[in-house]
């Protein structure tokens, strides 16, 4: 009988009481940086190729850890920090964590009412052939959107609706552009829309509402 690996789930870590050193932080990306590939490797691969592949990840990985020196002037995008209760907090989201394996390698940029992503996005986002998943275009769109409604209100706010037009198929392998802006507030609303855009045309349009908590007394 063949017995089945399985990867116990580990327990989860105490926070420590100080941040980790910009090293570390630095690792974890790199870290973060070789799954990603390793996801799209795994998938774009097969036989030989995807054994050469993934030996070559590891031994990439296993070198930085022999020599942290490799590292040097890597600087982590997205490193650990303290929330406002003084509790340090690493940075999870999905989409603009460079920590977080499951986030595409995006730049975020923000210039006045509007937020912008930009990204390449990989073969791990694929639904048709060649195209992006659907559902990965809400995602992206819900967290430009996000984004764009954070910077014009104050303090938090979470998504109530959001409504997705496909226009036509978002390519993989070529640079998007993922565009969010408010387009007005009213009281605790904040509506916004915004547009997945591959060269000069517009793939998926989205608009949304998102609600701020009531105040507390």
């Known amino acids: 009988m063949t017995e089945t690996l399985r990867a116990e789930a580990p327990a989860l870590p105490d926070i420590p009481a100080l941040p980790e050193t910009p090293e570390e932080s630095a690792l974890a990306e790199f870290a973060a940086e070789t799954c990603r590939r390793l996801s799209a490797g795994i998938l774009g691969n097969t036989g ?3 054994k050469a592949l993934i030996s070559a990840e590891v031994d990439r990985l296993q070198s930085v850890l022999r020599d942290p020196s490799l590292l040097e002037g890597m600087q982590a995008q997205t490193p650990p920090r303290f929330d406002r209760k003084g ?10 964590s460079h920590r977080n394996p499951l986030a595409p ?3 975020h940029h923000h210039d006045g009412d509007e937020s912008e992503f930009r990204v390449t996005l990989p073969l791990q986002y ?3 052939r060649n195209n992006l998943h659907g559902g990965y275009c809400a995602v992206l769109l819900d967290d430009v ?5 954070r910077y014009a209100a104050p ?3 979470f998504t109530r609706e959001l409504t997705i ?3 036509r198929p978002v390519p993989l392998f070529e640079e998007l552009r993922i565009v969010g802006r408010v387009s007005r507030i009213e009281g605790r609303k904040t509506f916004a829309d915004g547009e997945i855009i591959a060269g000069d045309v517009v793939c998926a349009r989205a608009t949304g509402l998102w609600i701020s908590p009531k105040p507390t007394v």
């Open 126 to 128: 694929q639904g048709p």
């Open 105 to 107: 390698p995006l730049v």
């Open 165 to 167: 037009t496909y226009e």
């Open 155 to 157: 303090g938090i706010s």
């Open 87 to 96: 509790r340090l907090q690493v940075t999870t989201n999905p989409v603009v």
């Open 48 to 50: 030989e190729g995807l």
């Open 145 to 149: 959107l996000w984004h764009a409604v």
